[in-house]
């Protein structure tokens, strides 16, 4: 009988074992373990899992596949903690949202013959907790990051990926160290500003106004600041350097913006139409072509498909914008000619 | 017969047009005008107004209430070319997201004895286009800013505050000045953020394979980026000193963020806590009290309410947190005493 463990039976937990359970694998018994007694219980009687076990060591016992999905900050200490019961071969992977320093701490506890797989499943609602909000089909669908550290066994990640495709997700190998970069800055930062722009606001003179003003913008630009703080901590400790390096990259881009405001109305209006039709680009996944990130930013206005995103109005003016542009750019390069550089 | 003119028939105008005809106004017929002949069929065809007038001036000959729900940048030639056609007394308002420019242009352009109330209904969805998405309750329960210039009649005043009780929305009056300096700070700003976190990514090397890593925060933090970039571009011109003013804000929360993060892990974490439970409380509508603003911004972890919003062991940990500033706070104070301060 094949064994997989899991610590922390909370709502990414639960819903790993939920998954795992509803995929009916062969002669495999799926334990889990929390340290909070509630949870515990909770979990039995959910039948997130086959069986609880009564310590994390009892539950890895004998496991060919750990799955940790606990509070990163939980890590060092429950891989020091399980290290002496890890058999030979067993693969141990983890759910939390940074990799570089987790991976440290594998390569620090874990005896030789066991191998570390960082995992990140990008699925779940922040604000979401406890294994009463877990279903198994949470990450049907999803992105699952994988960061084998460099001494893993291919057998151990043969398992841990076939985990990801028993819960249908999409898995997508980076490096820990990229993996940490690209997510400081599509989650990591937003989250940082999400929660700046509240707090700048609700901490100035004028809030109570600031308060009643606010529409539907702003409450949705808020929003992930709502996600459990200890979370939300744990991410901006855990991966501070990369997401230092975001912030500081976003306040050039808002200078940049600062600056812009002050050129003329048609080169903001370029600048913000191009972020829309390639934000809609983005949303409809037709942006995602390995060389999109070398295309020029000016809005391809005469493709059918742009236009069928956005307003008939504003198709029209970018149309006469991007005929203007192109004028001009003849212009220039028979003045070019004329000067002899064509 | 009362007039009501409505010029603009797009998804605001529209929505403004249908509204009043559901309040079923006694002896009061709305006339409206479009410059774009497809506006001004389907308002015809949708019946959102009572007649379609064949220029701005018909639409405004007579009429006591004038509403301009065009963009912003028309406004100051539409309102040059309606001023002739004005009688004494009129009331003249307007729908766009600034006002102080727009209360300049009104001054220079509209003759004695005409009034200007600016208006800036909060209701909307960013994205919405034209009269086919309008509805006769988009207004209802939202709020309706006015500012009337400093020589609005009582009457004109009283007029336009009729309107917006009708359409069911909730009028708060500002200044011109006021308005624009809040609005920039919870709606103007939270759209140059959500543009700039999409194209500083979109731009970056890294492209595809952010777009590849980004989840949900990402997508909603920049979803208000698909409004159409002729407002956004507008609102950024007729606003920009106040725009610029709350990017250079919030470079400076930015920063202060980035230096918290050098600090220790229970720093970082009281003020994502005082940020989650100040944002609950703000969307209970429990934090709109006048001296909101001036209160202290440690959590109040200990009041039921917020119990009720934070998960258990969160609430626990703030809990311990707080009981232990307590308990330094005690110790300074009784440390003051032994000093004779106390």
Chains 1, 2 share one sequence.
Request: glycine content about 10%.
């Amino acid at each position: 009988m094949a064994r997989i463990a899991i610590i922390g039976l909370g709502y990414i937990g639960g819903s790993i074992g939920m998954g795992l359970r509803a995929a009916k694998l062969r002669d495999t018994e799926i334990v889990g373990f929390d340290d909070w007694r509630a949870a515990r219980r909770a979990a039995d009687k959910q039948d997130a899992v086959d069986q609880v076990a009564g310590s994390p060591r009892d539950a890895v016992d004998g496991a060919g596949l750990v799955i940790l999905a606990t509070p990163p900050a939980a890590t060092s200490e429950l891989l020091e903690e399980i290290a002496p019961a890890l058999g030979r071969g067993a693969a141990v992977t983890d759910t939390a949202a940074s990799k570089v320093k987790i991976e440290g701490w594998a390569s620090n506890h874990l005896p030789n013959g066991v191998s570390f797989i960082g995992g990140h499943p990008m699925a779940g609602d922040a604000s979401a907790f406890g294994i009463d909000q877990s279903s198994p089909d949470l990450f049907r669908g999803k992105r699952w990051f994988l960061s084998p550290s460099p001494s893993a066994s291919d057998s151990a990640v043969k398992s841990v990926l076939g985990m990801v495709r028993e819960l249908g997700a999409a898995p997508h190998f980076l490096s820990a160290e990229e993996h940490d970069y690209v997510v400081a800055g599509v989650s990591h930062l937003p989250l940082v500003v999400s929660t700046a722009l509240f707090t700048m606001l609700r901490r100035s003179d004028g809030w109570p106004d600031f308060g009643r003003a606010a529409g539907e913008t702003f409450r949705a630009m808020t929003a992930y600041n709502s996600g459990d703080p200890s979370t939300t901590t744990e991410i901006a400790v855990t991966n501070k350097e990369q997401v230092q390096h975001w912030i500081d990259r976003f306040v050039v881009e808002l200078n940049r913006v600062r600056n812009l405001l002050d050129e003329e109305e048609e080169q903001v209006f370029m600048e913000y139409s191009a972020a829309q039709i390639n934000h809609a680009k983005f949303l409809g996944g037709d942006d995602m072509d390995p060389d999109a990130g070398a295309q020029p930013d000016i809005p391809d206005a005469t493709s059918q498909m742009a236009a069928l995103l956005i307003s008939p109005r504003l198709y029209d003016r970018v149309r006469k914008m991007t005929k203007r542009s192109e004028e001009r750019e003849k212009e220039r390069e028979a003045r070019g000619r004329r000067w002899g550089r064509g």
